[in-house]
């Protein structure tokens, strides 16, 4: 089936995960996923605004913006472009919901859980 399986909401500076969808995934490929998901995070400031690291059957599809980046693992057949609307969507809400500031002063890992993902 293909689907979102995790979404995610980290700062661009230092990959300090904001927030986060609860995962019910424990095979190992989404196991793997999640740590290829987590070492991307901290480096997102060397990367483009948007991008795809494709899998055999996973993929992460990421878009930054400012202080904050929205990452998703999706099943690869997922379509991109739905991925990618999924990312836009969850970035201007997380933007309208939270300043600079407060994203700027987090000092906590998903410092911002109360967000629904």
Known sequence: MSM???ACVVRV???LPLSASTDFHFNQDFLECRKRLKA???ILAQ???RGT???RDLSIHFLSSGD???M???SSSYSTIMAFCFLEELQWEFAASYDTTSIGLASRP???LEFGL
Do not use: E, T
């Open 4 to 6: 979102i399986l995790f």
């Open 13 to 15: 500076r230092d990959g």
């Open 40 to 42: 991307l995070s901290s």
């Open 47 to 49: 990367y483009p605004s």
């Open 53 to 55: 690291a494709k899998g």
């Open 68 to 70: 904050i980046a929205c």
């Open 72 to 74: 998703a693992i999706c």
């Open 110 to 112: 998903y410092a911002f």
